[in-house]
């Protein structure tokens, strides 16, 4: 409770009358109270109160955040009859002038949490406003954080704290969504791009195989074909033998209907929705439709729109679509590097969820998803920190690239994932869908704002730390990426991200293997590790391939002996004969028959994901940093899909 900056030379005198137990207002004030107040007023009718009551009765929230949830009420005029029943002056932070000099001794994390910010001093009284009722626990509380401070009340809204807060800490919560994860760990942040060591075994490397090509060319060319065919099979086999583990359970729903039905509303805890949105003004409007479809508790959410300074035409969009109250507004205050992961730093600072979700604009979950989260996370281990709901497109049939896109994401989260939870390996998440116990995400360090795929990084991170990530069964639907740029520009952002996550998590590989295991080690690099090289090294083995039709093997005896040729031979139609069956697999779950032929095709999108890798590299050693942003709200089924399922 202590402020951190706050030291004994500044220490203060006790003498407010305000904060003394005696002449506090009745702490327990009885809900009709308010709404009494309210409806005296003209703010609330008779009607709409009673059922506000009935909804308190069955989910044991506070009254005033009912009556904001069902848009009953304005926040301010809430706020303002509270003041009047306290017994307290409002004040309203956004007109008022703040001492930022004052703000910046205290500790924000603490004004976050408790809910009250200091915004001045007049008479040696400081004056704090507070969104909480001035009740025996808050004085004890202030007394505890403010020893010997004359101390003076005042009532303001919920906004207008957290309107302040990032007012006046604007650099401090920049500088800690940046470099959180830096300052708690420098060894798990993708801000140094290589080691010193990573450098040296990189050059030793290369310096080893410009010895053996001058030294001893054709051993040396045997050994490196071997190695990627090595990598190349190895990594296909991986993840075909995690999705038939996964196939074994498909049926399986590890969260049923049943229980869902039976959890009770007053059971159920404040949940975060972050929703970081940069430059999607097409579809901020279908974004805050598609939240009315949850089935949670409205007065139970508290929904964080992270919005970036700069970004005016998606803020104007958001302002626009008249978002309901629990809507909250958080601008990202600008500054390098600008990313997704930054933007939920920054979230993550004002969340105050037991339970946290991030949701891309353009998603659509299901509407029990968030019920199923908490029953995963009360039937899970006490170490799960996470869980991951599928994801899958509505655009599916709309050209080739949302169709492969479909088959891959069906595979991978109805499959590989539901595989990797049975057999324990860590899973990588997806940018989206992700529920997590917020405090110890906090303890985590949050997400890493220099990792293109913070998601993966998260996950893998939670893992090489001793906590658990799981699956449960619900699906978000998105917009599958329609145009080929775009894809490759996503997709390589996704590969120089993987390559992030092993640099940063193979630079002490000792520390690791003794923190996680052998059997979480081999899981990471033969997934994280094995799919960028099998990217790579695709066009090297069907370059290899395509000789060996037009000269059959003359041309490469000089190189290769038939045999290396033969069984380079095998492991690229095999491989790429598994590729195909795991995206055949991929139909059966979600009935996607007429995707079935689209399975041959495989070759080909691996062809493109081999372009986005050589992409990524480069971007790797130029520009490691640099999110890449993916155009959303192009599809041409966007406004039928929304329409179709509008509530």
């Not at 101390?151 to 704290?161: G, K, M, P, S």
């Not at 970036?308 to 500054?335: L, M, N, S, Y």
């Not at 869980?387 to 991978?412: C, D, G, H, I, K």
Request: overall charge neutral.
């Amino acid at each position: 409770m202590a402020l951190s900056q706050i030291g004994a030379e500044t220490a203060f005198v006790l003498m407010s009358k305000v904060l003394m137990p005696s002449t506090l207002p009745h702490a327990s004030t009885p809900p009709l109270r308010l709404g009494e107040a309210l409806v005296q007023q003209g703010l609330l009718t008779a009607e709409d109160l009673q059922r506000a009551l009935e909804l308190q009765q069955r989910t044991g929230e506070r009254l005033g955040r009912i009556l904001i949830a069902l848009g009953l009420i304005k926040r301010q005029q809430l706020y303002q009859v509270l003041a009047k029943l306290w017994e307290l002056p409002f004040v309203d932070l956004l007109q008022t002038p703040l001492d930022q000099k004052l703000a910046r001794r205290f500790d924000p994390q603490v004004l976050v949490r408790e809910r009250y910010f200091p915004f001045g001093e007049r008479d040696s009284r400081l004056l704090i406003a507070t969104a909480e009722q001035p009740t025996p626990a808050l004085f004890e509380r202030l007394q505890a954080t403010l020893p010997n401070q004359a101390v003076e009340l005042y009532v303001t809204t919920e906004w207008d704290i957290d309107h302040a807060i990032r007012q006046c800490y604007r650099n401090q919560i920049l500088d800690r969504a940046v470099h959180g994860l830096y300052y708690r760990n420098p060894a798990e942040c993708a801000f140094t791009v290589l080691t010193f060591w990573q450098y040296v075994a990189f050059a030793l490397g290369v310096l080893a195989l410009l010895a053996g090509l001058y030294f001893a060319l054709r051993p040396t060319l045997i050994l490196l074909n071997f190695l990627v065919n090595l990598a190349f099979l190895g990594s296909i086999l991986f993840k075909f033998t995690v999705s038939l583990a996964g196939a074994k359970y498909e049926q399986v729903q590890p969260i049923t209907a049943e229980e869902v039905a039976s959890l009770k509303d007053e059971d159920l805890p404040t949940y975060t929705i972050l929703i970081p949105a940069y430059r999607e003004a097409k579809v901020i409007q279908h974004l805050l439709i598609n939240l009315q479809h949850l089935d949670y508790p409205p007065e139970k959410l508290e929904i964080l729109l992270l919005l970036e300074e700069d970004d005016h035409e998606t803020i104007q969009a958001a302002r626009a679509a008249r978002p309901p109250e629990q809507v909250t507004f958080v601008i990202i205050p600008k500054g390098q590097p600008q990313t997704k992961p930054k933007a939920c730093n920054v979230g993550l600072f004002f969340a105050r969820g037991e339970y946290l979700v991030i949701y891309d604009a353009e998603d659509r979950p299901e509407p029990d998803q968030l019920k199923k989260a908490i029953l995963a996370f009360r039937k899970g281990p006490p170490n799960l920190v996470c869980v991951q709901a599928a994801l899958n497109y509505f655009n599916t049939n709309e050209n080739f690239l949302t169709r492969m896109f479909t088959l891959e994401y069906s595979y991978w989260f109805d499959y590989m994932l539901p595989g990797l939870d049975r057999l324990r390996l860590p899973i990588p998440l997806g940018g989206t869908s992700n529920h997590f116990r917020t405090e110890v995400l906090r303890q985590l360090g949050g997400w890493d704002p220099f990792n293109v795929t913070e998601d993966a990084d998260l996950g893998i991170r939670a893992a090489a730390n001793g906590y658990g990530v799981g699956v449960i069964n619900s699906t978000t639907y998105e917009e599958a990426n329609n145009q080929l740029w775009n894809w490759i520009r996503q997709r390589s952002r996704w590969i120089k991200g993987y390559m992030q996550t092993v640099l940063v998590h193979s630079r002490n590989p000792f520390h690791l293997l003794k923190q996680t295991g052998l059997r979480n080690v081999f899981g990471f690099l033969m997934l994280i590790g094995g799919s960028p090289l099998t990217f790579l090294a695709a066009p090297i083995l069907w370059a290899f391939y395509l000789l060996f039709l037009v000269t059959g093997t003359r041309a490469l005896d000089f190189l290769f002996p038939p045999i290396t040729l033969y069984i380079s031979l095998f492991n690229l139609l095999f491989g790429n004969g598994l590729m195909i069956y795991l995206n055949m697999l991929a139909v059966f779950k979600r009935h996607y028959h007429s995707l079935l032929p689209y399975t041959l095709l495989n070759p080909i999108y691996l062809i493109l994901h081999s372009i986005a890798s050589y992409k990524a590299l480069w971007q790797l050693l130029t520009r490691p940093f640099y999110w890449e942003k993916t155009k959303h709200g192009i599809s041409r089924q966007l406004n039928a899909f929304h329409q179709s399922t509008a509530p």
